[in-house]
Each structure stands twice: as C-alpha cells, then as structure tokens.
T-cell receptor, first 113, second 116 residues
Framework: QQQVKQSPQSLIVQKGGISIINCAYE??????FPWYQQFPGKGPALLIA?????SEKKEGRFTISFNKSAKQFSLHIMDSQPGDSATYFC????????????FGTGTRLKVLA | ETGVTQSPTHLIKTRGQQVTLRCSSQ?????VSWYQQALGQGPQFIFQ???????GRGNFPPRFSGLQFPNYSSELNVNALELDDSALYLC???????????????FGPGTRLTVT
C-alpha cells in the first residue's frame, strides 16, 4: 500500500517531442505528489508538485495530470530538450505527521538532438 | 539563500566500521529528512528530524541513527557497516509548521558511501 509504481523505466524522445511518465499509487491517504529531476552525481531537484484537489498543474513546459479515481498521476514534458535528459522520480506523501516521501523507481529520459 | 549542503562528497569505508555524514539545511528550514538511494533506485526514507527530535523512521535498523542540532543541521550515523549500505545518502530540508505539513523538501547533492 505504501508503494508508488512508476513507468516506463526508460524513455527516448526526439527533441521537440512530448515525454510522458506515469505513476500509480494505492494508499488513498496520500495527499501530496511531487516530481523530482535528478542528474548524474546530483541530488534530486523539485520540478513540480500537485495536491489531489486539482486535476492538472502546469509550470512552463512541465505539466502534472492527476486522476484521483484511478489513483494515477503523470508528468508531461512538452517540447522536450536534450537538457531534459535526466532521471525523473515521482513521489507521494501524507502531509501530516511524518511526511516522508515514497518515491517511484525512476524513469531515465534521453532526449535526442 | 543557501541551499542544502552535505559532507563529505564521497567516502570509502570497510565493513564493520562506523561512519558519520553531515547535512546543513537550507536557510530558514527547521526539518531534515535522510534518504538512502541505491544505484538505479529511488530514494528510501531513513528518518526525519524536527526541532532536534526524531519525527518518524523508515524501515531501517537501529544501527542507523541521527542527530539534529539547534541550528537545524543534522548528522546521520551508521554503525557496523555492511556491504549493502553502499549508496548515495541524501539529506532533504523543509520548513514544517508544528509536526504537520510542509510541502516541499529540498535535497542536497548527497554523500556517496562505498563499503568494501
């Protein structure tokens, strides 16, 4: 119940294309869903996050779509660039008590020039 | 605004030894969480400190322990190192209001621990 399942494991996209990464969860108590970007040798950097009271959030080229009934959320990267090549992690958290993040297993994105 | 910093960057230890990793939280943040990230995996929650007290723990044995200091910096101590402890150890800081809720956690660059 504490798992967050992420897919695909790896993704190759042409420059200018749309990258889509999906995550699914079981625990309906989760109420905060961030996405992180991690470059090799670096710590994860917060990209964008959403609460379950909205179905979509957009920040620049990054959009989170959230489907509460299906217990799924996804990250869309529009106009993907070679500089977006990194590993992306979804996470889920409960914003009360110990708000530990449960991370997905990551998606390695490669954007071809 | 100063980001999260961690030291050392890399560390090599022998099985059975003890190690201490350090983290300075982002300016204005009062909560520190520690995560272990094995190669090719997502970070796994170890524990969290809020106002110098442990505020939750993940599925890690007692040989993983921590401290938070009055300036909100933190240490992670691991005793009796095992080969499987080899990983990237990440510290994340956040601002909590009471013991509940703080949305964003900001991660440091991590400490790469290798146990031989």
């Amino acid at each position: 119940q504490q798992q967050v399942k992420q897919s695909p494991q790896s993704l190759i996209v042409q420059k200018g294309g749309i990258s889509i990464i999906n995550c699914a969860y079981e625990n309906t108590a989760f109420d905060y869903f961030p996405w992180y970007q991690q470059f090799p040798g670096k710590g994860p950097a917060l990209l964008i996050a959403i609460r379950p009271d909205v179905s979509e959030k957009k920040e620049g080229r990054f959009t989170i779509s959230f489907n509460k009934s299906a217990k799924q959320f996804s990250l869309h990267i529009m106009d993907s660039q070679p500089g977006d090549s990194a590993t992306y992690f979804c996470a889920a958290s409960i914003l009360s008590g110990t708000y530990k993040y449960i991370f997905g297993t990551g998606t390695r994105l490669k954007v071809l020039a | 605004e100063t980001g999260v910093t961690q030291s050392p960057t890399h560390l090599i230890k022998t099985r059975g030894q003890q190690v201490t990793l350090r983290c300075s939280s982002q300016s204005g943040h009062n909560t520190v969480s520690w995560y272990q990230q094995a190669l090719g995996q997502g970070p796994q929650f170890i524990f969290q400190y809020y106002r110098e007290e442990e505020n939750g723990r993940g599925n890690f044995p007692p040989r993983f322990s921590g401290l938070q200091f009055p300036n909100y910096s933190s240490e992670l101590n691991v005793n009796a190192l095992e080969l499987d402890d080899s990983a990237l150890y990440l510290c994340a800081s956040s601002l909590a209001y009471g013991r509940a809720s703080s949305y964003e956690q900001y991660f440091g660059p991590g400490t790469r621990l290798t146990v031989t």
